[in-house]
């Protein structure tokens, strides 16, 4: 019995290692204990080496009966599961319900995974029904590990009255493990003023900037000539918008350069896997906005190359922002964060335009649209083998997909009745065809956090259609036309019941259909 169960650990440890892979692209490691666990002293011996080997989460598996009080896992921190094998000749099964009714009764809740079909005591395959919910749950308890003592970073505060921007550390520390940083937004201008950013790479980031940015820098149509800046000041903006991509991205992970110039505790950083700017308004009147940067840090490349993108929400909408987090953890892909701007019904389009939606859109479209802060990842520029629209993993990602994502966007002078300090939006419309998952938390008084899922698809429409919608919102920010996936639910009986009952203004959006892997995680995470 002892090497048939190291066996199924085994071959779990190869299905986690083989399919599962970290944001920097290392595979996810599994850590299997030096032996089989039968009584309580074994069971402690797991548990040191799990703990000096800094382990996240744990997956039992067994083939037969044990004491379960003895042999289960008891960190409090560790997201749990319970494979029971389903065989015949020793009752796994039987153990596999026992320790789940431990579990219960200690407060220490663990997913049970089972088998629909009996396998033989000799067969150490794993089936393709106990694969799938193995590969969700660790793919969930990889999040909730990696999360864990990290930091959000809040630059600046309260945007606009938006409630998301409204903080709230409890809910981190509580629910995610996570601490809240926060810097006043003045410290982006005294690291740019006093020169605390790595200026070799601010020479490298500008010329890069020229060549994939400033050279696609669109036509100012949407300011007054009164109101448009010179070409001088707009040369002016796009260095500064630079240094602050920089810089901003230094508060959030640190940078060792920033030591070798003597500035030792700017190097640290905040130990941030997720940020919000807030910008509007006080920074948007006054400066250039924070479009570029924010694009560019959720985007899977930059003047480094291709790289993990971050997670930075536009506004300081950290509820937003730990929606997006939760799908970049779940997929390892850039995030679009969006405004869930509008819908429209067909009826309203046919009057606008003269013509009809079809396709995925005949039953009407919602329109996600973010001040020029989306991910270039959202463009969906980066192709498969067939040619499709995706967004990929940044070690999937190829320099044509760079090219093109760079090429399709076009960065336009911020409109400086809602943007005062200029600045400059990017502008593309996503390609049709995505699957994708708009999810977002929201804090319910007397209820706690809920996440809200929608899945489906990104749409293309006649340009026609696009070009008069369009230009009756901001024709200088990022288009996405969104169809979600309907069902006999009252929230998703059609298009718009979607969006009426969308909890927030903002919506963030991850590639694929992911909904099971996010009720997943929300389990963990009791939400």
């Known amino acids: 019995l002892e090497e048939k169960t190291m066996n199924l650990a085994k071959a779990v440890d190869e299905l986690i290692s083989n399919n599962l892979k970290n944001g920097d692209g290392s595979p996810v490691e599994c850590v299997i204990a030096d032996s089989t666990i039968g009584r309580v002293a074994e069971s402690a011996a797991c548990a040191e080496k799990f703990e000096r080997e800094v382990v996240g989460s744990t997956i039992t598996v067994t083939s037969c009966w044990c004491y379960g009080a003895e042999t289960m896992d008891m960190n409090p921190h560790y997201p749990k599961a319970v494979w029971g094998f389903n065989g015949t000749e020793r009752p796994g099964a039987v153990y596999l319900a026992a320790v789940l009714a431990g579990h219960a009764q200690k407060g220490l809740p663990a997913f049970g995974i089972y088998g629909r079909d009996v396998q033989d005591l000799d ?172 694009a560019l840090l959720n985007t899977s490349f930059d003047w480094n190359g291709i790289r993990e993108a971050f997670v930075v929400a536009t506004e300081n909408d950290a509820c937003n922002g730990v929606a997006m987090l939760f799908g970049h953890l779940l997929t390892n892909r850039a995030q679009i964060f969006s405004d869930v701007r509008t819908y429209w019904s067909p009826e309203a389009v046919k009057r606008v335009t003269g013509k009809e939606l079809s396709g995925l859109a005949a039953n009407g479209i919602i329109h996600l649209i973010n001040s020029g802060a989306t991910t270039l990842d959202g463009s969906g520029q980066s192709l498969d083998a067939a040619g499709n629209p995706v967004m990929k993993e940044p070690w999937n990602l190829t320099d044509a997909d760079v090219e093109n994502c760079l090429k399709a966007t076009t960065w336009y002078p911020a409109d400086r009745d809602y943007f005062r300090g200029g600045g400059f939006s990017s502008n593309f419309l996503s390609k049709g065809g995505m699957p994708v998952t708009m999810m977002r938390l929201n804090l319910i008084k007397g209820l706690g956090p809920v996440l809200q899922i929608a899945e489906g698809w990104t749409v293309e429409i006649d340009p026609e259609i696009h070009q008069k919608l369009n230009m009756r919102t901001d024709p200088t920010w990022p288009t996405t036309w969104f169809v979600p996936r309907l069902c006999d639910k009252p929230a998703f009986k059609d298009v718009y019941s979607v969006m009426n009952n969308w909890g927030a203004n903002h919506g963030a959006i991850s590639y694929g259909h992911i909904g099971q892997n996010l009720s997943a995680l929300a389990s963990m995470l009791r939400i």
């Open 123 to 294: 067969d150490n395959t794993i089936p393709e029904d106990v694969s799938e919910k193995i590969l969700r749950f660790a793919r969930a308890a990889q999040a909730v590990a990696t999360m864990r003592g990290k930091s959000y970073l809040s630059m600046g505060s309260v945007s606009m009255g938006i409630a998301g921007s409204i903080v709230n550390p409890d809910f981190f520390q509580e629910y995610l493990g996570m601490r809240n940083e926060s810097i006043d937004l003045t410290e982006i201008i005294r690291r740019m003023d006093e020169g605390i950013y790595d200026h070799e790479e601010y020479a490298k980031a500008m010329a890069w900037t020229e060549k994939n940015c400033k050279t696609n820098e669109g036509e100012d149509f949407k300011n007054r000539p009164e109101k448009r800046k010179t070409r001088e000041q707009k040369d002016a903006d796009w260095e500064f918008i630079v240094k602050m991509t920089i810089i901003m991205r230094d508060l959030m992970t640190g940078n060792p350069k920033l030591k070798e110039m003597g500035f030792k505790e700017e190097a640290l950083g905040h130990n941030a896997i997720a940020a919000g700017f807030q910008g509007q308004r006080q920074w948007t009147d006054f400066y250039p906005n924070g479009d570029y940067p924010e």
